[in-house]
């Protein structure tokens, strides 16, 4: 199994420019999400999906948009860039019964640079 | 709302040092508490949990009290190694979806 994936890996925009982020699970997980990571900040969530076809808000959804067409892939988009969304961008998933664990599985991440 | 709190890093230490991080939060009900950890260039990974007061969660000579009286969850090990260093990440997952909260993070950098 690959796990989680992520693409790109690294990324350099310009103000208003537009972007998707791709997230790739190989392990059926129904329930993705989407976190951005801020310097001294924690990880902020910005978007959920609790399986295909079904997405919804978390914490920070300003400037984002999700779809979740299949039960694989969940891709982030950003349409016009804002030097505000410069972070990392990290992707995880969890099957719908992991006992009392709830544990996630994380991608690697994408470094996003917004000038 | 719910909210995680950890100290600060840089935490730099000699190999074999002891060390801990300190982790408070703050939740309604009774929350699942995680520690996880990143180390460099990776994503996160689950490094050890516990789901009610006085469970000791471990793993990999780390370990955690989840301490409702001072709702707290302290992460220890004994004798750290150099590839101990790495970020690791207080977490809480409140009632909805198994989303989490997670604190700041704490850079851990061990030297030989």
């Known amino acids: 199994n690959a796990g989680v994936t992520q693409t790109p890996k690294f990324r350099i925009l310009k103000i208003g420019q537009s972007m998707t982020l791709q997230c790739t699970q190989d392990?059926?997980?129904?329930?993705m999400y989407w976190y951005r990571q801020d310097p001294g900040m924690g990880l902020k969530l910005i978007y959920y999906?609790?399986?295909?076809?079904?997405?919804d808000k978390g914490e920070v959804p300003n400037g984002y948009n999700v779809s979740r067409s299949t039960t694989e892939d969940f891709p982030l988009r950003l349409e016009l860039a804002a030097p505000s969304q410069t972070s990392v961008y990290f992707c995880a998933s969890r099957p719908t019964t992991s006992g009392d664990t709830y544990e996630q599985y994380f991608g690697p991440g994408t470094r996003l640079t917004v000038t | 709302g719910n909210s995680v709190t950890q100290m600060e890093g840089p935490v730099t230490l000699s190999e074999e040092a002891f060390l801990t991080i300190n982790c408070t939060y703050t939740a309604t009900g009774y929350p699942s508490l995680f520690w996880y950890v990143q180390y460099p260039g990776e994503g996160l990974q689950l490094l050890l949990k516990a789901t009610k007061a006085d469970d000791k969660g471990s793993n990999k000579g780390f370990e955690a009290t989840y301490r409702k009286e001072t709702t707290s969850f302290h992460l220890e090990k004994g004798s750290v190694q150099v590839s101990d260093s790495a970020v690791y990440f207080c977490?809480?997952?409140?009632?909805?979806?198994?989303?989490?909260?997670f604190g700041a993070g704490t850079q851990v950098v061990v030297t030989p």
């Open positions: 977490a809480l997952r409140g009632n909805s979806w198994g989303k989490l909260q």
């Open positions: 392990m059926n997980h129904n329930y």
């Open positions: 999906s609790v399986g295909a076809g079904i997405t």
